[in-house]
């Protein structure tokens, strides 16, 4: 990263360490929220310049996205396991959506082609979530004898993604799956994409690429 200046820190807050319940569609009646204190809006507060890199992607990947579904997601576990952040199913649910509203905004295309669906608990690739379901323990990634390959991203198109997720992570990583939780459903994206549709109602309602460009992108301050 050099001398380019890194994202602003969320700030942490108290709240109780409530046990993570898995992200399954289901009753959520009564279930505690952490307060997000300063976070009123749901989300980063960025002031200033843009503490994110203006990087630029040079040509369009496959299926009009830079790398595919599970080479993120493998590249989440795998930066949380080795720097000892704690990992589940839901935060690592969260983590994707936010990389793709943010690389939206950041580059105008997807990070990954695989869509988003508003669920109870919050946004979550399907695919992604059945793959993984029982592959974490006690905030721990567990599967394939605890192993998981790095993806390495070689193509041109990839290249600025080792830098992207460097500033995405000193941003969202150090939070708990119920912050990054309770940010998403605070969020016009999940907001809109859970339209009409009851608190605890089951859904597979996609959330809009395009809402997530623009709600991310109006967070930039020039």
Not at 38 to 66: N, R, Y
Not at 129 to 141: A, I, P, R
Not at 157 to 176: A, C, I, R, T, Y
Request: glycine content about 8%; hydrophobic content about 35%.
């Amino acid at each position: 990263m050099g001398s380019e200046k890194k994202p602003d820190r969320v700030r942490k807050t108290e709240h109780t360490d409530y046990k993570t319940p898995g992200i399954e569609q289901q009753d959520t009646s009564g279930t505690p929220y952490p307060v997000i204190g300063s976070l009123s809006t749901g989300s980063i507060e960025v002031t200033g310049k843009s503490p994110w890199p203006h990087f630029k992607a040079d040509s369009q990947g496959p299926k009009g996205a830079i790398a595919t579904t599970d080479e993120v997601a493998r590249y989440i576990i795998w930066h949380a396991k080795n720097n000892t952040v704690p990992m589940n199913n839901l935060k690592l649910q969260m983590l994707l959506y936010y990389a793709q509203g943010w690389h939206l905004a950041l580059y105008g295309k997807k990070l990954f082609s695989k869509p988003i669906e508003a669920w109870v608990h919050g946004p979550v690739v399907k695919s992604i979530y059945s793959k993984y379901k029982n592959m974490f323990k006690d905030d721990c990634f567990i599967g394939k004898d605890g192993n998981i390959q790095l993806p390495r991203f070689t193509n041109k198109s990839q290249k600025h993604l080792p830098g992207f997720f460097d500033n995405l992570f000193e941003v969202f990583m150090h939070l708990d799956a119920f912050v990054l939780e309770r940010m998403t459903h605070n969020e016009p994206p999940w907001i809109e994409a859970r339209g009409g549709i009851g608190p605890d109602e089951i859904s597979e309602r996609e959330v809009s690429c395009d809402t997530m460009k623009l709600y991310f992108k109006s967070l930039m301050k020039k």
